[in-house]
């Protein structure tokens, strides 16, 4: 068993925290970043070993997330606050770069819904995210990850690793391969949208999964989005889509009974009705059309990155098990099966609340 507490308290004490470290433990169920709690006997503290495979720039995506806490802060919003080197450096850059957040005390993260209450309230806080970030000068940002949501791009990194098959896993998964491929030409309409200029390109959150929320431990209500490494450019549908995809199931993104596995409509509608209520100002026209199949989207996409990640070895989302991208990858694609034949109910939902 790995000894956190010794391995990383060196680390740890290189911060300007307050008292003397008690415990460090792994924290929460992110795919990218090593998430550490911290105890000192004054403050709770996460501390986080930067994932530089993912975010190869590690000094521009500090200077975007530092750029952002302070624009959210200048409004009173609560947010993530980054807690400096003893040096006085936003982060520690050594053989690996690590991080350390005010851990923000009395909420909770969520792995799934659960109420409708709850995802309502997500929904409100990610469309007033949205808002918070319309007034943030785009051109101050960098790209964390080069074309993060480009779905057609993502569909040729897929292809290439079925090509590869380096772990000679295609004949374990050939029936969730047949459907990506099947499905290739549905996945360009945001890309479309956005290079001939009829969707808005916005400041986006770009990782709008329920566990990137923490929730007021006894109101229920939404505190602080967090996760901000993929803060840049993009399209509202992105963030709308991302959240549908996570939240708007029954059962966790990695529930391997898929008779588990379905599309709920009523939380669709719950976030749906938090989201747009938030952004009804702003939000076009055509933006509010393809709300339901930017869900889609994002569920296919999410679900293509896990399938393409299980055929390369495991390279970039965390793992607990050999084939938990596989299991991932079913369920989103089971979702995404089920949100192709209900745009038309979606449709008239999104209408009903806009209207
Ligand atoms: P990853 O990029 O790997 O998803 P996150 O930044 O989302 O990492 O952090 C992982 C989890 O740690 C979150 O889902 C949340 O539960 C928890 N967490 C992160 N930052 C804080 C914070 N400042 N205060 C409380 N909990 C936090
Ligand atoms: C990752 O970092 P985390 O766990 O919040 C991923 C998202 C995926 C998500 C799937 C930078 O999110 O894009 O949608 O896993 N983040 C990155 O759960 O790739
Ligand atoms: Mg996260």
Same mark, same amino acid.
């Given at each position: 068993?790995?000894?956190?507490?010794?391995?990383?308290?060196?680390?740890?004490?290189?911060?300007?925290?307050?008292?003397?470290?008690?415990?460090?433990?792994?924290?929460?169920?992110?795919?990218?970043?090593?998430?550490?709690?911290?105890?000192?006997?004054?403050?709770?503290?996460?501390?986080?070993?930067?994932?530089?495979?993912?975010?190869?720039?590690? @000094? =521009?995506?500090?200077?975007?997330?530092?750029?952002?806490?302070?624009?959210?802060?200048?409004?009173?919003?609560?947010?993530?606050?980054?807690?400096?080197?003893?040096?006085?450096?936003?982060?520690?850059?050594?053989?690996?770069?690590?991080?350390?957040?005010?851990?923000?005390? =009395?909420?909770?993260?969520?792995?799934?819904a659960?109420?409708?209450?709850?995802f309502?309230?997500?929904?409100?806080?990610?469309?007033?995210?949205? =808002?918070?970030?319309?007034?943030?000068?785009?051109?101050?940002?960098?790209?964390?990850?080069?074309?993060?949501?480009?779905?057609?791009?993502?569909?040729?990194?897929?292809?290439?690793?079925?090509?590869?098959?380096?772990? *000679?896993?295609?004949?374990?998964?050939?029936?969730?391969?047949?459907?990506?491929?099947?499905?290739? =030409?549905?996945?360009?309409?945001?890309?479309?949208?956005?290079?001939?200029?009829?969707?808005?390109?916005?400041?986006?959150?770009?990782?709008?999964?329920?566990?990137?929320?923490?929730?007021?431990?006894?109101?229920?209500?939404?505190?602080?989005?967090? @996760?901000?490494?993929?803060?840049?450019?993009?399209?509202?549908?992105? @963030?709308?889509?991302?959240s549908i995809r996570f939240g708007a199931s029954?059962? +966790?993104?990695?529930?391997?009974?898929?008779?588990?596995?379905?599309f709920d409509i @009523?939380l669709f509608?719950?976030y +749906?009705? *938090?989201?747009?209520? $938030?952004?009804?100002?702003?939000?076009?026209?055509?933006?509010?059309?393809?709300?339901?199949?930017?869900s889609?989207?994002?569920?296919?996409?999410?679900?293509?990155?896990?399938?393409?990640?299980?055929?390369?070895?495991?390279?970039?989302? $965390?793992?607990?098990?050999?084939?938990?991208?596989?299991?991932?990858?079913?369920?989103?694609?089971?979702?995404?099966?089920?949100?192709?034949?209900?745009?038309?109910?979606?449709?008239?939902?999104?209408?009903?609340?806009?209207?």
């Amino acid at each position: 068993m790995v000894d956190y507490k010794k391995e990383y308290e060196a680390v740890a004490n290189k911060f300007a925290i307050e008292g003397e470290i008690l415990e460090i433990c792994p924290y929460g169920e992110g795919h990218i970043n090593l998430t550490l709690l911290v105890t000192t006997d004054k403050k709770r503290y996460i501390m986080q070993k930067m994932n530089t495979r993912v975010f190869p720039d590690p @000094d =521009n995506l500090m200077r975007n997330i530092c750029g952002v806490t302070e624009h959210l802060k200048a409004r009173g919003i609560e947010t993530l606050s980054v807690v400096p080197t003893k040096a006085g450096e936003p982060f520690l850059k050594e053989e690996e770069c690590y991080r350390v957040y005010d851990f923000i005390e =009395n909420t909770v993260t969520y792995q799934t819904a659960g109420s409708l209450e709850v995802f309502r309230n997500s929904g409100k806080a990610f469309g007033e995210f949205q =808002n918070y970030l319309a007034e943030f000068d785009a051109s101050k940002l960098t790209e964390t990850i080069k074309r993060f949501h480009d779905t057609p791009k993502r569909f040729a990194d897929f292809k290439v690793a079925l090509e590869a098959d380096v772990c *000679g896993r295609a004949k374990d998964c050939e029936k969730e391969i047949a459907f990506v491929l099947s499905h290739e =030409n549905t996945y360009g309409k945001v890309m479309e949208g956005l290079k001939d200029g009829s969707l808005p390109l916005r400041v986006t959150h770009n990782d709008t999964k329920l566990n990137n929320i923490l929730m007021d431990a006894e109101t229920g209500k939404a505190r602080a989005v967090i @996760d901000l490494d993929t803060v840049m450019p993009g399209s509202m549908l992105f @963030d709308f889509g991302d959240s549908i995809r996570f939240g708007a199931s029954t059962a +966790a993104e990695d529930e391997k009974d898929l008779s588990k596995v379905h599309f709920d409509i @009523d939380l669709f509608r719950a976030y +749906a009705e *938090g989201y747009c209520g $938030a952004v009804k100002e702003s939000i076009t026209e055509k933006e509010a059309e393809l709300l339901p199949y930017g869900s889609y989207l994002m569920t296919i996409e999410c679900g293509m990155r896990f399938l393409a990640d299980y055929l390369a070895g495991d390279t970039y989302f $965390a793992t607990k098990y050999s084939d938990h991208n596989l299991v991932r990858a079913r369920t989103q694609i089971q979702l995404a099966g089920e949100m192709e034949n209900r745009f038309e109910e979606m449709g008239k939902i999104i209408a009903e609340i806009l209207a």
